[in-house]
């Protein structure tokens, strides 16, 4: 079985390789490199113990990606591939519809012409808008910013392209907050710039890369008053695109949508004493305004994947701050150090 | 004042062209002529008695569309170009959301360039869903299908645009049922195949093209049974065009949306009764089924356009009917003949 994954060299989908080759698939990474870096490949390659066909090249290119299909036969996709920057993608719009809607056209053109019927999609808690406390699959989705709408209008392009193509299958994943790393610390996330996520920001402040965390707001109606969220790690994440796979070729439904998140929120000052736990000694951190946009709480209920894919999360905090330290602090400089 | 109109060789581009010729605009046109006609480009040119530039090739080519921005200086933007066929899209969504969605993407990447910060888009009553009767613009926006859902997408996204470029101005125009013709008739609708709409189909049957009128449904909860539309003159709906693209230059919002509408709903066997009286004969119908997806009532609440633009419709459904069947009878073939 030969899995194309797109975005293969990123922070979930490095980790999904590792997992796909330890189940026995045949591994096939597509990516532009332009938010990931080509050491992964000699990483991953150390981690499986097998070679990794690597293509570089962008989705976004029809010719490009119909060659690719035209030459090898996958049994199916997992599609990581896209911007993912919330901030950002209020700044460029343009270029967060384009790039993730145009990779999304050309990768599922060139599947239904060479009769590739699985796609396993990453999708995002953040198609619950504003109301992600115990989001069940069946809300009413939409989006607070430009990012979350392209995940949310994927989603439907995947869903009515299943009516018209009753044999394709399709999952959507909706991930709340992946952390941590792999726990050998040779893979893990990478983010080029200032982190935008807690646990990435964490970890620099704790390499001594930055001087001390912002928390944004500590007046939320919550346990400490600081944001909750429910962090998964990336080994479980990458777990549920195996079981998600899976599935998909044992059903009659042409789309599954799936919760992967632990069901357990986590206070921003929750996660920063698990750091404290893992590194040895305090994180400084400042209580700064709210970030305009924040939700108060977001945590996901899993019962759905839980149950239909025998999947449920079993790393718990401290793990995601162990496996993160031990990525940060053996690669301080990330991959390029 | 010069103005690139998209999808400008089509029914309701091409009565726009004109309208905006009388007013003084100079116009370019863009048309892939992928569901119009090149004989449209001399009609025009004998209705306007002046020389039309018509650029043929598709906007989906970025680099072509670059081109043209490079080459010409446009004050401002009327995209009509699109697919537009509900039951099609069903059948072709990939199809129908990359065409709609990556010619968006072209034209507004070439008036970021190229400093063109106005633009009118064509976007349609079917962003209300099935909530179509007396529909005011801030209703929620959703669609049944993927036509429809090309719609809601785009104006998304050009609000996204919006915020991160304000110096931008954006009028989304949410057409109800466009019928009737240049009163001249010499251009009007001419649609490809089996016409999915009641008023071609009716002037077909008028002009013994096709045998009857399938009514579907004459069991819904109104006047007489039949669906009920808000059925808007083209001449009346290419002035709602004139009238956005002057508003948007003489506004600080950067984004307006306004129904096109008449605010009354005709049924169908009105608009039948319409057409008899215009023909001078009886029109053969039979009813049959509901047809799947069909919504029994709509029609707009256009108070919003009529305060803001200064705008209404003026043609009488009489009016539809008699241009139809004059441009039909003229032209028993369409363009083509």
């Known amino acids: 079985m030969k899995i194309l994954v797109s975005g293969g060299a ?60 035209a030459t090898e036969h996958f049994d199916g996709v997992i599609h990581f591939a896209g911007y993912k920057a919330v901030g950002e993608s209020v700044e460029k719009p343009l270029e967060y519809y384009e790039n993730n809607l145009v990779s999304t056209f ?39 910013n430009p990012y979350g709408w392209t995940k949310v209008m994927q989603e439907q392009i995947l869903r009515d392209v299943a009516v ?3 044999e394709m299958r399709f999952a959507l994943l909706r991930y709340f907050n992946p952390v941590g790393a792999h726990p050998s610390g040779t893979i893990g996330e990478d983010p080029s710039g200032i982190p935008n996520n807690l646990v990435p920001y964490i970890a620099q402040v704790a390499v001594g890369k930055r001087e001390k965390l912002m928390v944004f707001g500590d007046d939320y109606d919550t ?41 357990h929120g986590t206070s921003v000052l929750e996660m920063v004493k698990a750091f404290e736990k893992a590194v040895g000694r305090e994180i400084p951190y400042e209580i700064v305004a709210r970030r305009p946009g924040d939700v108060a ?7 759905k994947a839980n149950r239909e894919l025998g999947w449920s999360t079993r790393k718990t905090v401290d793990d995601m701050a162990a496996d993160t330290w031990r990525w940060q602090s053996q690669n301080p400089r990330g991959f390029a150090g």
Chains 1, 2 share one sequence.
Do not use: C
């Open 297 to 303: 709480v977001s945590y996901a209920d899993p019962s």
């Open 164 to 166: 018209a193509r009753p």
């Open 223 to 263: 346990v400490d008053g600081t944001g909750v969220r429910d962090y998964i790690h990336v080994e479980d994440l990458a777990a549920g695109h195996i079981a998600a796979l899976k599935a998909l070729a044992d059903t009659d439904e042409p789309v599954h949508t799936w919760n992967l998140g632990s069901g």
């Open 10 to 69: 990123g922070y979930i989908g490095s980790h999904t390789v590792v997992q796909l080759v330890a189940a026995g698939y045949d591994v096939v990474i597509v990516d532009n490199f332009s938010n990931s870096h080509p050491t992964v490949t000699g990483r991953l390659e150390a981690l499986t113990g097998t070679r990794i066909t690597v293509h570089s090249f962008d989705l976004t290119d029809h010719d490009k990606t119909e060659h690719l299909f």
């Open 106 to 144: 050309s990768l599922v053109r060139a599947m239904q012409r060479y009769d590739v019927d699985k796609l396993v999609f990453s999708s995002s808690a953040t198609v619950y808008g504003e109301d992600q406390a115990a989001a069940t699959e069946d809300r009413t989705t939409y989006a607070t």
